[in-house]
């Protein structure tokens, strides 16, 4: 049976992974909690309509976070932050064989136990992904994400900095 193929797919806060297909007839397949899709637009392109979508372009994205991060290939991006998607690449984003996980529903990974250079990912629904990234490439990039969440989120101190300065402006008197 074929399957249903889509011309396009938005993500949002359901989406676990996106990955290359290696098919003819679509791109990716993004998974989700309880869905598959097959898509006929690249995993690149759904992404940065994303961020689009989230507020920023993906340049914006992508420079903010390599300053945070010091991160110059396989940034992490932050689509979305007030609804909490980050997003990270196993390999460099213009790579064929990129593929892009979601940092809050992935629960555990480990290295593949017959395939040194793989890892096996589970999400938080139980789904397990075996992919094509060592396990040292997916501990360093929930790393920078899980840095990039800290940094982005919870900034307290700028919060109160910018609530003296509302609160104390000239201009409201």
């Known amino acids: 049976m074929k399957p249903s193929i889509q011309p396009h797919y938005d993500i949002n806060r359901h989406t676990l992974a996106i990955m290359p297909?290696?098919?003819?007839?679509?791109?990716?397949?993004?998974?989700?909690?309880?869905?598959?899709?097959?898509?006929?637009?690249?995993?690149?392109?759904?992404?940065k309509r994303a961020c689009i979508e989230g507020g920023a372009t993906y340049d914006g994205r992508r420079t903010a976070v390599s300053e945070i991060t010091r991160a110059q290939s396989k940034v992490p991006i932050p689509i979305d932050t007030i609804d909490q998607i980050y997003t990270f690449p196993t390999?460099?984003?213009?790579?064929?064989?990129?593929?892009w996980f979601?940092?809050?529903?992935?629960?555990?990974?480990?290295?593949?136990?017959?395939?040194?250079?793989?890892?096996?990912?589970?999400?938080?629904?139980?789904?397990?992904?075996?992919?094509?990234a060592t396990y040292a490439t997916?501990?360093?990039?929930?790393?920078?994400?899980?840095?990039?969440?800290?940094?982005?989120?919870?900034?307290p101190y700028k919060t109160e900095q910018v609530m003296r300065?509302?609160?104390?402006?000239?201009?409201?008197?």
């Open 102 to 132: 979601f940092y809050h529903h992935i629960r555990t990974f480990m290295p593949d136990p017959d395939h040194a250079a793989k890892t096996i990912i589970t999400f938080r629904n139980s789904i397990q992904l075996t992919i094509d």
């Open 21 to 47: 297909a290696y098919h003819t007839d679509y791109e990716t397949i993004v998974y989700e909690n309880h869905q598959i899709y097959y898509v006929a637009e690249s995993s690149l392109s759904m992404i």
């Open 91 to 99: 390999h460099s984003p213009t790579k064929l064989e990129c593929s």
């Open 138 to 155: 997916i501990e360093r990039q929930i790393q920078r994400t899980s840095y990039c969440i800290l940094r982005l989120t919870y900034r």
């Open 165 to 173: 300065q509302i609160n104390y402006s000239p201009a409201h008197y």
